[in-house]
């Protein structure tokens, strides 16, 4: 089992920056993806980005060259830097952690955190 606690969300005016945190505690097992998604109101949840265990990071082209993906895994903490934010940049943001333990694949997900971007 694995817990994911994301904090860090806000609200902040266009242009300006969040950093989200998510960290982790459980059993761990590689290789692994961890990831942010997010959710605006009336809207399915969309990746955002993505990182692996071998450290190849994805992001949706949405907000590629804005955002940024990292980890502490000394922490067990997955980060998400958030500049130029925009006002579609809000909704809740949630860290995922897949896991592959042989052939069985597990998903973890944290409750969310919410960021606002006004204009």
């Known amino acids: 089992q694995v817990q994911l606690v994301e904090s860090g969300g806000g609200l902040v005016q266009a242009g300006g920056s969040l950093r989200l945190s998510c960290v982790a505690s459980?059993?761990?097992?590689?290789?692994?993806?961890r990831g942010w998604y997010r959710q605006a109101p009336g809207k399915q949840r969309e990746l955002v980005a993505t990182?692996?265990?071998?450290?190849?990071?994805s992001y949706a082209d949405s907000v590629k060259g804005r955002f940024t993906i990292s980890t502490d895994n000394a922490k067990n903490t997955l980060y998400l830097q958030m500049n130029s934010l925009k006002p579609e940049d809000s909704g809740v943001y949630y860290c995922?952690?897949?896991?592959?333990?042989?052939?069985?694949?597990?998903?973890?997900w944290g409750q969310g955190t919410q960021v606002t971007v006004s204009s």
């Open positions: 995922k952690r897949t896991q592959w333990i042989g052939i069985s694949k597990y998903d973890y």
């Open positions: 459980g059993s761990f097992f590689s290789p692994n993806v």
């Open positions: 990182i692996s265990s071998s450290g190849s990071t």
